[in-house]
């Protein structure tokens, strides 16, 4: 077993071998250490995503769990890029970034044309997901679940420390009808002190991808982006470095609270005004 610095996707690799402890054996930590004939050091370690266990390692574990040699290359082979700085998701896996987003002390995002996840109505991200006219009814309300369930970390004790950057683009960017715009217009509102409206007079910033970066307490900050085809993670110091200078960019370039309080003000009165229109009622 060597030790190495965790990633995200470690973390999430061990944890899913803690819940097959649990879910398969009887053991708790300590005593699976006893089963294996190991330091219960060593168990915690792998199960936190610390440090990373021979291919001999995991064989004993997962087959102490009852899962055979399918199950075990099929694990194995995720596992062989658990410590990559850099790594790949398929754009419908959230396991990873959800635990990501409930371990984190600071999250600082950057979106261009929608609305940052976690700050979504229900509403508007089923109408996001209608709007990409290829995602089945069945697969549109369980991408909705999972995103309104990733917004639990607003109920944790702790909460994380948060700035939003959202583009104008992305509050003139119509999703859904002027319902789901003016209830989500007041939700940013309600949370005006989280978040920063970068104008949409400064264009050169929206030619940026749009990131969001990861802090955490004792573990490697971790940048963050995503397209239709993947999720894409990166610990190594570059892109974290670049991730923090786009991030100063914003902060130098976005309205600060106040202003964007009265920017999404203005999106709301000014649909409600649309909605009021008595030229609309003109036959």
């Known amino acids: 077993m060597t030790a190495i610095i965790s990633t995200a996707y470690s973390r999430d690799l061990g944890d899913e071998l803690r819940r097959l402890r649990e879910d398969n054996t009887s053991f708790g930590g300590r005593a699976m250490a006893v089963q294996l004939g190991w330091d219960p050091s060593k168990v915690s370690n792998i199960e936190t995503g610390k440090a990373r266990p021979t291919e001999v390692d995991l064989a004993q574990y997962l087959a102490t769990c009852g899962k055979g040699i399918d199950f075990l290359q099929d694990f194995g082979n995720r596992y062989r890029h658990a410590f990559d700085l850099y790594f790949a998701q398929a754009p419908d896996n959230l396991r990873t970034l959800a635990m990501v987003e409930s371990m984190a002390r600071k999250i600082f995002a950057y979106e261009i044309l929608s609305i940052p996840g976690l700050l979504q109505t229900e509403a508007y991200a089923r109408a996001q997901f209608e709007e990409t006219g290829n995602v089945s009814p069945d697969d549109i309300e369980k991408g909705v679940k999972l995103r309104m369930l990733r917004q639990n970390i607003w109920q944790r004790p702790y909460r994380p420390e948060c700035v939003f950057y959202v583009h104008e683009l992305a509050l003139r960017m119509r999703i859904g009808d002027d319902k789901v715009m003016e209830d989500q217009y007041l939700r940013l509102l309600f949370n005006a002190h989280i978040l920063r409206v970068v104008p949409a007079t400064v264009k050169g910033i929206a030619f940026h991808s749009k990131c969001t970066l990861f802090e955490f307490g004792k573990v490697s900050p971790l940048a963050y982006t995503e397209t239709d085809l993947a999720k894409v993670f990166a610990q190594e110091e570059a892109a974290v470095a670049w991730s923090r200078k786009l991030f100063e960019r914003l ?19 000014g649909l409600r005004e649309d909605l009021h229109d008595p030229r609309t009622d003109l036959a």
């Not at 902060?251 to 009165?269: F, I, M, P």
């Open 251 to 269: 902060d130098a370039v976005a309205l600060d609270e106040e202003q964007s309080r009265s920017k999404l003000a203005e999106y709301v009165s």
